[in-house]
């Protein structure tokens, strides 16, 4: 079975400060790792994803993340905080033939 | 292109009452996922179709909870009786397949029973 734990249900940043966000996964399979957005009042929307290939992949808005298989982590980072990033970040896992699971969630806030 | 289409965007009902939230896929997409997002409970998995066929549906809470595809193009969830416990935001997804194809959302049905 897979699963995703993301670290903290809260981030706050100082605007122009780096963002972390973490994830680490448990899959049987190599897995297909995403990170998605959701803004508020509005559906979730895919950031970046890793399905092979390398391991370091970037996505929109200037978030990147890397696959790294020995710490079974997909981490998010991003050099410099907006206060447009505020918004809620969601880790998932899937493999080919299955389902995305979803993590809770982690709610990035951004300090002025 | 459009997106997932959803309906309604918000809804207000009695509890007791039936509630039918409906979603339209993009087109040419064979996976439908129906989730429920409440601040308790995050992002749940209700159920998701793959070619109108539902795959997994142990997300359902309870069988009040019913989710049909009759077609590519349309989906339903129902929820008869709705009880106040269901409020909550409903999302309709689509992917063009399973494992690492990414899903695309739909802005929610915003459902609050009173």
């Known amino acids: 079975a897979q699963s995703v734990t993301q670290l903290g249900s809260h981030v706050s940043v100082s605007e122009g400060a780096l963002v972390l966000l973490r994830c680490n996964y448990s899959s049987s399979v190599p897995p297909y790792l995403f990170w998605y957005v959701q803004y508020p009042n509005q559906g979730l929307q895919l950031l970046l994803k890793?399905?092979?290939?390398?391991?370091l992949v970037k996505g929109i808005n200037g978030f990147e993340a890397e696959f790294k298989k020995s710490e079974t982590s997909f981490h998010l980072t991003k050099p410099s905080a907006h206060m447009s990033d505020a918004a809620e970040y969601f880790c998932a896992v899937s493999r080919w033939d299955d389902k995305i699971i979803f993590g809770k969630g982690t709610r990035l806030h951004i300090l002025p | 292109d459009a997106g997932v289409i959803q309906s309604p965007r918000h809804e207000v009902t009695e509890m007791g009452q039936e509630v039918t939230l409906r979603c339209k896929p993009i087109?040419?997409?064979?996976?439908l996922f129906w989730y429920r997002q409440t601040m308790m409970r995050g992002l749940e998995l209700l159920i998701y179709?793959?070619?109108?066929?539902?795959?997994?549906d142990s997300g359902m809470p309870e069988d009040r909870f019913s989710a049909k595809m009759p077609n590519a193009s349309f989906s339903t969830l129902k929820i008869q009786p709705s009880e106040p416990r269901d409020s909550a935001v409903y999302f309709c997804?689509?992917?063009?397949?399973?494992?690492?194809?990414?899903?695309?959302f739909g802005e929610g049905s915003w459902l609050t029973v009173v």
């Open positions: 890793y399905t092979t290939g390398a391991t």
């Open positions: 087109s040419g997409h064979n996976s």
């Open positions: 997804a689509s992917s063009p397949g399973q494992g690492g194809n990414t899903i695309y």
């Open positions: 179709f793959n070619n109108n066929v539902p795959i997994d």
